[in-house]
């Protein structure tokens, strides 16, 4: 008998979050690999918002997951089987290897990166991963600090934003605030990590809270949510701020529902830049970036929290945890 | 008897459009000049958007009009009586000399500047004068045009977006297209001004006209009315798109209940960044500006217009004009 794979597609798009009925498991026969092919057996799969974005048939900027088409998905996984030198059996592979237990890569470039022996796989996915370059380019490229800067970042306790807050302080931040949800994650993000204060959104408005503890105005807004968020922190700018639009996770399950921004205005008094970027464009940086965090991971300056489900059946649920606030840091599904 | 002096005074802020019980007209001596000031007979106001944020009492880059003042507004006039060597009699001053037949200019620098002999007034306080400025830092710095770009201009009949639009035919756009009300302004726009295209906002929404008539997306969109259009324009952003925010005139009015911004997203999926500037930051840079603007116009290729509305006592409702779009050009008042 073949020995079978299960592989999640698309059965029709979201209008809000992700259930049964917007995902369909299939069992398929485990794939042979073509000329220059190679087949994975996937181990991790990294759960990031963007994935909720790809559901929607929307402009964006990769093309919408095809309806009947695997749910588009990075991922760590082992070479199987393989007819290609550069993906040897044996070698742990990331790319983007789609919500299943076995996938292809093929041989066009960066289909797939092979993983140095002796990584944690889920720092691979989360501080060294996409998640980190994000952080480190966003922060550092888009929002350019300076010494004794306020910064804020919101979605604090998430996978980003945790290393956001961590970036600036590194690089002299004199006070940095982290927006999260529940007493918990805040309590972590100024006792483990190291921000100065933390605001618990749902515990009342965020408006008071920033003047409070932002009485110069906010220099940099690293925005992971979009929203009524990001209008309280428009009202409340320093002259000459930067807002790195990193993300709308308010927004992505209800785009047409959302509150509107009203303040924008303040981007002209505050003579203020807004600014969004896709990590994608710093593809070929990496590994500037991938040295700079390996030497904070090591020297303790930068630590990175992973939340794993088990199971591929339960990657619904667990794309769904970043938008209800149930995880901290990153979220990674373990097959 | 002594000389009498008309001033217009802020009577309460307003919530909407300016009217008689907003201004209230007061009539007092004409002032003598102390030390180091000089008294001017104001001959025309400059009459901008920015005059009606500054009656709110909510921040802002100046503070607001006290309630009882004179109402703030840039102006030119001729010094009748003097005791500051730079501005002797006879002189004619651009300054702050706000709404009133008589200003006293102190010694501060920058109180005001002398204007040379033999210019048109009307082009002093346009296309020479903080419109001019503006149109140019903010197009040429914020928006950084490229050879080829489509940019797009909203009140683009307006004093600022007139010359905004002709200056990016000079530096190579390939497509400028211009918002306005109404179709003589459109025409006007195309047919003298040189634009590529107009859209009459009042015909019909902009974004599927915003789509035909920009097919490869906006490259840079200065924005000087904020509200749908600027949503309509975030929809049909090009990669790595500026967006210059200089204006918000939708909402001036009526802050709380404008329509929020929907569409700021696609700052992210199209890498594009949105920023605002107040022509006071370039004030050290005037000249070239001046410089640049005098050659275009000598040489034709910049057009301007002026709106002239005749009698201080009409001052607000020339500042009506601005928000009911009944003006082409810069909107002065003669006195």
Known sequence: MTEQSRRLVLAQRPSGMVDDTIVR??????????????????SHLSIDPTIRTWMDDAPGYLPPIEIDAVIRSGGLGTVVASQNDHF???ATIFGMVGWQDHAVLDDTPGAGQVVPDGMDPTA???????????AYFGLLDIGQPKEGD?????????ATGSVVGQIAKIKGAANVVGIAGGPEKCAWLVDELGFDAAIDYKAGPVGPQLRKLCPDGIDIYFDN???EILDACLANLALNARIVCCGAISAYNDRGDAPGLKNY?????????????????????????QGDLFGWVLDG????????????????????LLFTGGNTGKVIVAL
Do not use: C, W
């Open 124 to 134: 691979v996915l989360s501080v060294f991963g996409v998640t980190g370059m994000t």
């Open 88 to 90: 040897p059996v044996g």
């Open 265 to 289: 205005f303040s981007l002209i008094t505050r003579r203020a830049r807004m600014e969004g970027f896709l990590i994608l464009d710093f593809q070929d940086r990496f590994a500037e970036a």
């Open 301 to 320: 300056k930068i630590k990175h929290a992973v939340h794993v489900v088990d199971g591929l059946e339960h990657a619904p649920d667990a794309l769904n």
């Open 225 to 227: 949510v979009g929203g």
């Open 25 to 42: 498991v299939e069992t398929v026969d485990v794939p042979e690999p073509g000329p220059g092919e190679a087949v994975v057996r996937v």
């Open 150 to 158: 306020t910064v804020v970042v919101s979605g604090a306790a998430g």
